[in-house]
């Protein structure tokens, strides 16, 4: 026996360090950044404003990454109010610890740092962080994040020969504190002032371009209020990723973004070499607000000239179309190398329906906004640490019910309780006259349909049940209803807001506890030791 163990010992040895070699080199890669926020003069529509800057940019500089990589973001405070940033669309699977909004975080002090370690685990796509507290989002502060595929998994078109990140939508002049407390007084925002293309006013930006070549335009709409339409004259647009779902190749002459949303488009400098312009303007409003900015071919023989090419403007019929003709690329592989259309999201029963309707009360004298009733109130503690360390009376499950009551309206620190691996209908209910745009952290979700009206269960005969994009953002047109298929597969606590920041600042929000009663580290990871403490925790 002891001669038998003699042999297999260095064989044993040599596994063992190759077994630990592989798994060295098999760690997926880190990117570091480290970021100073800091207040700064800007001059977005001309007037000098108090904007946020990280490393004296405004926007904040992009994140490039690829599937899986670890990011270590190293965030210092120099405002003289607490911060926090989240990472819209970013689904923080298992690690709710790293989503950066009060339900979760504790606020990083004036003059200290936070280092957020998170992974884009299983995602690809178009995103963006922004700031989340204390209206700050109204100041800047925000930046794209672009997920690339991993080299070993193929993309639905050919690689493009530049990429371009646009960030647009609606501003205003006054600054981001007099804007709260316009909303603190209990009374709604005002028309916004303008719109910004990367930070500018109209003409303020310029798109370089070859002739002859293709480029993708990553866009999203990271404004206040407001649903835009983006076009580029004389060209067509052909949309091929929605929020990290390859989409069936459609072109379109203009496309409606709202608030919130992401969506990549590519473009084929197919036309004669001078300039064009890069139209934005609001959607569903009376007056009508436009930016521009230019794409310019590298050998144009000639500037822009007559008025920038119109667009829709009130028309929800239009919008309603468009939003349907997104469609899945059922055969393209997604972060992952299967095709898209392997998860077959139709054919599994839902567990649970929950019915989620806003509404725009006045409570104690003061403007509000409401999801089933309840609108919502930060606790003196982040709801994830209250919920980690057993602390009592900071928030109550079933907080919010499942379905509109008709009841009158009334403040509550909500939380809806849900189970790990349930899979879920969730049905936007919109009775009011205004778009309505919603995001849900931590998840993806299939929209699966949308209609005029009362929803009903009827409506589920209209759904598509086979090739829908999935992804986090989604509008709800006036006196209609969205419907959606959602796998609650990420344990934690995770916010689902309103995209319009003065509804979300006042209420138009809550709190989704997934739990799993086991626990283990593969449903969900450790609280960080960096964590920061506040309130009383």
């Known amino acids: 026996?002891?001669?038998?163990?003699?042999?297999?010992?260095?064989?044993?040895?040599?596994?063992?360090?190759?077994?630990?070699?592989?798994?060295?080199?098999?760690?997926?890669?880190?990117?570091?950044?480290?970021?100073?926020?800091?207040?700064?003069?800007?001059y977005p529509l001309g007037v000098k404003q108090q904007g946020i800057l990280i490393n004296g940019q405004f926007p904040g500089p992009p994140i490039q990454c690829v599937t899986n990589d670890n990011l270590i973001i190293n965030v210092f405070n120099n405002l003289d109010e607490p911060f926090l940033i989240s990472w819209n669309g970013v689904e923080q699977r298992r690690n709710s610890w790293q989503d950066g909004v009060y339900g979760t975080?504790?606020?990083?002090?004036?003059?200290?740092?936070?280092?957020?370690v998170l992974q884009v685990k299983d995602q690809i796509g178009s995103f963006y962080y922004f700031p989340s507290l204390a209206f700050h989002k109204a100041a800047g502060g925000i930046g794209s994040i672009n997920i690339a595929s991993r080299s070993v998994i193929p993309v639905p078109f050919p690689?493009?020969?530049?990429?371009?990140?646009?960030?647009?939508?609606?501003?205003?002049?006054?600054?981001?504190?007099?804007?709260?407390?316009?909303?603190?007084?209990?009374?709604?925002?005002?028309?916004?002032?303008?719109?910004?293309?990367?930070?500018?006013?109209?003409?303020?930006?310029?798109?370089?371009?070859?002739?002859?070549?293709?480029y993708r335009f990553r866009i999203s709409n990271i404004g206040l209020t407001t649903s835009v339409n983006f076009r580029i004259q004389g060209?067509?647009?052909?949309?091929?990723?929605?929020?990290?779902?390859?989409?069936v190749q459609n072109a379109y002459d203009s496309l409606d973004i709202h608030l919130g949303q992401s969506y990549s488009v590519l473009l084929t400098a197919d036309q004669p070499a001078q300039d064009y312009y890069i139209v934005v303007s609001t959607r569903f409003t009376s007056q009508v607000l436009t930016a521009t900015s230019t794409l310019r071919y590298s050998n144009s023989a000639g500037s822009v000239s007559g008025p920038p090419p119109g667009g829709p403007t009130i028309e929800i019929?239009?919008?309603?179309?468009?939003?349907?003709?997104?469609r899945r690329n059922l055969t393209a592989s997604g972060p992952r190398p299967?095709?898209?259309?392997?998860?077959?999201?139709?054919?599994?029963?839902?567990?649970?329906?929950?019915?989620?309707a806003n509404s725009a009360p006045i409570i104690n004298g003061k403007q509000r906004y409401a999801i089933n009733s309840v609108s919502f109130i930060p606790a003196d503690t982040p709801l994830k640490l209250a919920d980690h360390f057993n602390i009592p009376g900071v928030f109550t499950l079933g907080s919010i019910p499942d379905s509109p009551t008709g009841s009158g309206a009334?403040?509550?620190?909500?939380?809806?309780?849900?189970?790990?691996?349930?899979?879920?209908?969730?049905?936007?209910?919109?009775?009011?006259?205004?778009?309505?745009s919603y995001h849900i952290d931590g998840h993806h979700f299939f929209v699966v349909g949308m209609g005029r009206g009362e929803?009903?269960?009827?409506?589920?005969?209209?759904?598509?049940?086979?090739?829908?994009?999935?992804?986090?953002?989604?509008?709800?047109?006036?006196?209609?209803?969205?419907?959606?298929?959602?796998?609650?597969?990420?344990?934690?606590?995770?916010?689902?807001?309103?995209?319009?920041?003065?509804?979300?600042?006042?209420?138009?929000?809550?709190?989704?506890?997934?739990?799993?009663?086991?626990?283990?580290?593969?449903?969900?990871?450790?609280?960080?030791?960096?964590?920061?403490?506040?309130?009383?925790?």
């Not at 975080?105 to 957020?116: E, L, M």
């Not at 898209?340 to 929950?354: D, E, F, K, V």
């Open 317 to 326: 019929d239009w919008s309603f179309n468009q939003a349907r003709s997104l």
């Open 455 to 537: 929803w009903t269960p009827a409506s589920r005969l209209t759904y598509n049940l086979r090739d829908t994009i999935s992804r986090s953002t989604v509008q709800v047109y006036p006196k209609s209803w969205t419907a959606l298929y959602m796998p609650l597969d990420n344990v934690g606590m995770w916010n689902i807001r309103s995209q319009n920041w003065a509804r979300q600042y006042l209420g138009q929000q809550f709190y989704l506890r997934v739990y799993s009663p086991v626990n283990s580290w593969r449903d969900e990871s450790p609280i960080p030791s960096n964590v920061l403490h506040c309130g009383r925790a």
């Open 235 to 247: 060209h067509k647009m052909t949309v091929v990723e929605v929020e990290g779902t390859h989409t």
């Open 159 to 214: 690689p493009p020969a530049g990429e371009f990140s646009i960030l647009t939508g609606d501003w205003f002049k006054q600054n981001h504190s007099d804007l709260k407390a316009i909303l603190d007084g209990g009374h709604d925002l005002p028309f916004p002032d303008g719109l910004l293309i990367n930070g500018h006013g109209s003409n303020g930006y310029t798109f370089t371009v070859d002739q002859g070549k293709t």
């Open 338 to 356: 299967n095709p898209q259309g392997s998860y077959h999201y139709g054919l599994i029963n839902t567990t649970r329906t929950i019915r989620l």
């Open 410 to 436: 009334y403040l509550q620190t909500s939380v809806m309780s849900a189970d790990f691996r349930a899979y879920t209908e969730v049905i936007f209910e919109n009775l009011e006259d205004s778009v309505q």
């Open 1 to 42: 026996m002891v001669k038998e163990w003699s042999t297999w010992l260095p064989l044993m040895a040599m596994v063992m360090m190759f077994l630990h070699v592989n798994f060295i080199h098999g760690e997926d890669p880190y990117r570091f950044y480290t970021w100073n926020v800091t207040y700064g003069d800007i």
């Open 105 to 116: 975080n504790c606020p990083i002090p004036p003059g200290k740092n936070f280092t957020y």
